[in-house]
């Protein structure tokens, strides 16, 4: 055994600094024995709980084995060999039983005791001797104070006696602890190695003669069963190092990959896009607001699920809903000087969340697929072949095709919702098919936005109405609405506008939008600006919704074609016939979509210009005005059933998404 580090006696009177020194590392030494002496303590107490829980076990299986033969089956007595059967297996659980009683009392009597007796005994004392310690070196520090307090001159010998005589008792009474507690933390050292090897001792006899006298009453070979143990283990470890050999090589090939796999965006000159989505997962940064000028951004988890947004933060176990993606409009947005940003739009026209995709194939891809799900396409039998119909459909514009107007042999609901007289009112189909050559000229450019001349802002933003000495009022567009026996106002999008070289049937029209879309899908082009088109009995006006500025106004007249498509019932255009200054004309076809169906902005379209030729008959006027419900005020009533979103003014001139 290595030689035990021990204190000095002798110093103890002393009392230096390197013996306090000494003595704080043995108790330390000594905090630590206690600390784990008493999880040793624990641990042992559990196996001596368990050996317990054993013997309770055991005895309570042989009574239920005995029990079998009075239990009362509704199918008869049990079989007699297999109640013989279960008596001979209670006597074997009793004499089991009687070895793990044994087996118990052994472990209480030389397991648990003698560690018990340590921590009571031993370490009790270290501790009562380090206060008493404590307390006596206390004492002395304070009689030394008051020695050294005793005055030069005229000194009281009295009083010195006194005084010298508290110093030496408090001398001897630290002594005679210190030394006291120096054997106590030198014993410590050779009982603890005792403390901790006895128990096992004990518990390791214990359990030799249980396994002796258990051996001596059941005799069994297990070689055998030893033996296919070992097969076994050796065949799985053979499997073991056979796949860490092939996760081995494929890390190998993971790691080996293009470093374009770790860097985001490594592709944005032409990134492989995915437009028929109609279902996305990914991380993407979402805008918190925290103030009134304060916004965060908290990168989370996101996906679909049918017709709703999902968010599930790191380390949650489900998702939440966050929005619902139906009849919604996405649109990308600047925002903080932040790349790759998109803002989900509500079907009222309220702006919803903001989020930022980390790359650009992950920020298209996004908003293809919010784009796909807004359309309900999850909701058909085949999903990714509507998706891939819808998006193809824009896509066909890049090769003409001129037998899209057989797919409306039936006229359309814009010149027949109601039943009217057809006159030279609403324009008529052409008979024959025109090439789209001869509709639109190739490589006609497209306009996608709508750009309101500074003249014009500026005249309609003054500060206030201006009043002219005559009392006369510049507001001339609201007397135009008031004079107007027509008034409906819709909630669309401009798509763009093209020049057109023909407005003699509506297949003009189903072209202009084939182009439209293709452009915007092929350049990528997501941004749409939100109008009111407020169609009148004299002209059409596309207005700011959150300035009431008129962006621009067509005359009723110089409206030549309009039409609805029928396969989205939300896009809606009409060619602008115009005579120019040099005697030329043009024409122009503008696409829109609206957030109600298309046939009913063109029926308040057709109603308006037979308004305009009923005004010149005062008859036919009367007659229309019977035929046409009319408000308080003398304006036609449109759409009985028209929903209420299609009236309502939105609060907020929202950019949104084809």
Known sequence: MPAVDKLL????????????????????????????????????????????????????????????????????????????????????????????????????????????????????????????????????????????????????????????????????????????????????????????????????????????????????????????????????????????????????DLI???????????????????????????????????????????????????????????????????QDLDNCSVMAVDCEDRRYCFQITTPTGKAGITLQAESKKEYEEWICAINNISRQIYLTDNPEAAAIKLNQTALQAVTPITSFGKKHEVHHPSQNVKNMENDKIIPNESAGIQDSTQLIAPGTPIQFDIVLPATEFLDQNRGGRRANPFGESEDSSKDEEEDSLLQQMFVVRFLGSMAVQSDDTSEVIYEAMRQVLAARAIHNIFRMTESHLMVTSKNLRLIDPQTQVTRTSFELATVTQFAAHQDNRRLIGFVIHLSETLGEESMSAYIFESNTEGEKICYAISLGKEIIEAQKDPEALAQLMKSVPLTNDGKFVLLNDQSEEDGTVHEEGEESEA
């Open 9 to 252: 006696l002798e110093e103890a009177l002393q009392d230096s600094p390197q013996t306090r020194s000494l003595l704080s590392v043995f108790e330390e030494d000594a905090g630590t024995l206690t600390e784990y002496t008493n999880q040793l303590l624990q641990a042992m107490q559990r196996v001596y709980g368990a050996q317990n829980e054993m013997c309770l076990a055991t005895q309570q299986l042989s009574k239920q084995l005995l029990a079998y033969e009075k239990q009362h089956f509704a199918l008869g007595k049990g079989d007699e060999e297999v109640i013989s059967t279960l008596h001979y297996f209670s006597k074997v659980v009793d004499e089991l039983n009687i070895l793990h009683s044994e087996l118990a009392k052994q472990l209480a009597d030389t397991m648990v005791l003698p560690i018990i007796q340590f921590r009571e005994k031993d370490l009790t004392e270290v501790s009562t001797l380090k206060d008493l310690f404590g307390l006596a070196s206390n004492e002395h520090d304070v009689s030394m104070a008051k020695y050294s307090r005793l005055p030069k001159r005229k000194e009281n010998e009295k009083l010195k006696a006194e005084v010298a005589k508290e110093v030496a008792n408090a001398r001897r009474k630290q002594h005679l602890s210190s030394l006291q507690y120096y054997c106590a933390l030198n014993a410590l050292q050779y009982r603890k190695r005792v403390a901790m090897m006895e128990p096992m001792v004990g518990y390791t006899r214990g359990q030799i003669n249980f396994f002796k006298k258990g051996a001596e009453m059941f005799s069994k070979r297990m070689d055998s069963f030893l033996s296919s143990v070992s097969d076994m283990v050796q065949s799985i470890q053979g499997e073991l190092d056979a796949e860490a050999e092939k996760m081995r090589v494929s890390q190998q």
């Open 256 to 322: 080996a990959v293009n470093e374009s796999v770790y860097t985001p965006d490594s592709d944005v000159t032409s990134p492989a896009i995915n437009r028929n989505l109609i279902q996305k997962a990914g991380y993407l940064n979402l805008r918190n607001k925290t103030g009134l000028v304060t916004t965060t951004w908290e990168r989370l988890y996101f996906f679909t699920q049918g017709g709703n947004l999902m968010c599930q933060p790191r380390g949650a176990v489900a998702g939440g809903l966050i």
